[in-house]
């Protein structure tokens, strides 16, 4: 099972950036799927989850902002990223297990990650 996220890149406060996630392997038995963010020198953070019946949690930096979701056809994860902040740049990583972990940082599946960088 693996998780290829792309779609990071370098812009300014305010900004829009969508990243998606693929998913490949055996994707029915690990459902949950969530998006984490870690700046450099700080703990990796839940930012969003979405469950099997597409209920959304978001964390409190980026509710109202930000937008997960799923297309199963595809297996793939997006996450829409709106009026970005500076204190939005992180390295952007998606998970997946077959365990709902919520915003903790204990799936089992992770992906390389996606580096954003906002500059104000």
């Known amino acids: 099972f693996h998780l290829v996220e792309s779609g990071g890149g370098s812009l300014q406060a305010g900004g829009s950036l969508g990243l998606p996630c693929a998913a490949s392997?055996?994707?029915?038995?690990?459902?949950?799927m969530a998006w984490f963010a870690q700046a450099t020198g700080k703990k990796r953070e839940g930012v969003a989850i979405?469950?099997?019946?597409?209920?959304?949690t978001y964390g409190n930096a980026v509710k109202g902002r930000f937008t997960i979701s799923k297309d199963n056809a595809q297996n793939t994860l997006y996450l829409q990223m709106n009026s970005l902040k500076p204190e939005d740049t992180a390295m952007y990583y998606c998970?997946?297990?077959?365990?709902?972990?919520?915003?903790?940082?204990?799936?089992?599946?992770w992906g390389q990650g996606t580096q954003v960088t906002v500059s104000s």
């Open positions: 998970a997946a297990d077959r365990v709902q972990w919520l915003l903790l940082p204990e799936y089992k599946y």
């Open positions: 392997g055996d994707t029915c038995r690990n459902p949950y």
């Open positions: 979405i469950d099997t019946d597409g209920s959304t």
